[in-house]
């Protein structure tokens, strides 16, 4: 790299794009320029939309659905088939014990009616612990079956009378001479309901899974699309032309050397790997070095980084794209260039980068993607940041005083390569 002032590239070329759109602005009218930071959508957020919409169901009860619909109807189907078998066992009980079946049947009945009313109950208590831990689950499953197997034995026993002639009502204990039954029926319900929930759950993050994965293969042959931009090997092969034709052999090869470097580092690390800060700032350095021969001092870089965050580890090539947006949209069409400013610090466990620019920012922050295609370069780091964070991240965007646009990416300070 050519001698410099620390933490500043200031190279001069009246090359420029004039006739660019302002920095990230959407295909609009004229309006108020909106400064309050909002969170940048991402596309991982349209195509989880999309996909939700074609599917209509997510997960297990997919599978389930194929068989018996929708969940209530398929609720309602285990509920028949159960308390069906549950009519079946008593009936056979009864055939064992010689009972009359002409009067015995409207018991079995009315312990059916019984049942399904109880089990209709626990299912909406049961949706309010279902997220609890399992011990505790597991307590509230035994408490509730036994305590209603204990009423339902009393209301069987108690309606036996008036259903079977010649039925003795017995007292004390003998009320509840059927709740080891009861509540073993409940019980066996109980597995099942929760059974068929944990495997659905389990079905749905195994999906979820599969869908991550997906969508991380997506975003890495986004990613090796969108780090290898047309227009700018375009503008660098151009430039290294005009090297040649002007006999500045001396230049084009080093403008060669510095492409054939970038070029190597982006297909060496893959878009998913993490490499340190460092690392990351020398491969930008390789880029900035290939545009300062277009824009010479009509680009400023400066850097501010904590030493504590050099080690930091972050997703290969986060800070190009964003570069690469700001040039485009804030330094070249402006008639003297501008500046950029990148700064990295550690806060505890996270790791907070900031990259601001002096352009003349976005009028709709919200509407960061424009019919031009600028902002492509933030919703895809954004993609990015969600596939490899999750929910543990943070992008915003603010218009700056006077003017410029600040992104502040938050991610944790890790400091040790994954396997």
């Known amino acids: 790299m050519d001698k410099q002032p620390k933490n500043h590239i200031g190279p001069k070329n009246p090359v420029g794009e004039q006739g660019a759109a302002p920095h990230n602005a959407p295909t609009q009218s004229a309006g108020a320029r909106q400064d309050a930071p909002v969170e940048v959508p991402g596309l991982l957020d349209l195509a989880s939309e999309m996909i939700e919409k074609d599917r209509g169901f997510q997960g297990a009860s997919a599978n389930m659905n194929f068989f018996f619909g929708s969940k209530e109807r398929t609720f309602w189907t285990f509920q028949a088939l159960g308390w069906a078998g549950y009519g079946l066992v008593r009936t056979f009980q009864a055939m064992t014990l010689q009972s009359d079946l002409r009067f015995h049947s409207l018991l079995i009945l009315a312990a059916i009616v019984i049942g399904l009313i109880m089990t209709t109950v626990m299912r909406y208590g049961y949706r309010l612990v279902r997220e609890w831990p399992l011990p505790a689950v597991l307590l509230c499953v035994i408490g509730a079956c036994a305590s209603l197997g204990l009423l339902f034995s009393y209301l069987e026993v108690t309606i036996g ?36 929930h944990y495997y659905q759950g389990m079905q749905e993050q195994k999906e979820q899974a599969l869908k991550a994965t997906a969508m991380a293969h997506q975003a890495q042959l986004k990613m090796l699309r969108y780090q290898l931009n047309p227009h700018f090997l375009f503008n660098t092969l151009n430039a290294i032309s005009t090297l040649v034709l002007e006999k500045a052999e001396e230049d084009a090869n080093k403008m060669l050397t510095k492409l054939s470097s970038f070029l190597r580092f982006t297909l060496v690390n893959q878009p998913t790997q993490r490499i340190s800060l460092d690392q990351e700032l020398h491969a930008l350095g390789l880029y900035l070095e290939i545009e300062k021969v277009r824009f010479s001092d009509r680009l400023n870089v400066e850097f501010e980084i904590d030493d504590q965050a050099r080690k930091a580890l972050i997703p290969s090539l986060l800070l190009q794209p964003l570069i690469e947006n700001a040039i485009k949209y804030a330094i070249a069409p402006a008639i003297d260039g501008g500046t950029i400013k990148v700064e990295a610090s550690t806060l505890g466990s996270r790791l907070l980068i900031s990259l601001k620019d002096s352009g003349p920012g976005i009028d709709d922050l919200s509407n960061i993607v424009s019919q031009s295609g600028s902002g492509v370069g933030i919703t895809n780091t954004k993609e990015r940041l969600q596939q490899i964070y999750g929910d543990d991240h943070s992008i915003t965007l603010q218009n700056l005083e006077p003017q410029g646009l600040g992104i502040f990416i938050e991610i944790p300070c890790e400091r040790e390569k994954r396997p």
């Open 161 to 196: 009378p008036s259903l079977i002639p010649g039925f003795s009502r017995p007292t004390g204990l003998g009320l509840f001479a059927n709740a080891m039954f009861e509540a073993t029926a409940l019980f066996a319900w109980s597995a099942i309901y929760f059974g068929y």
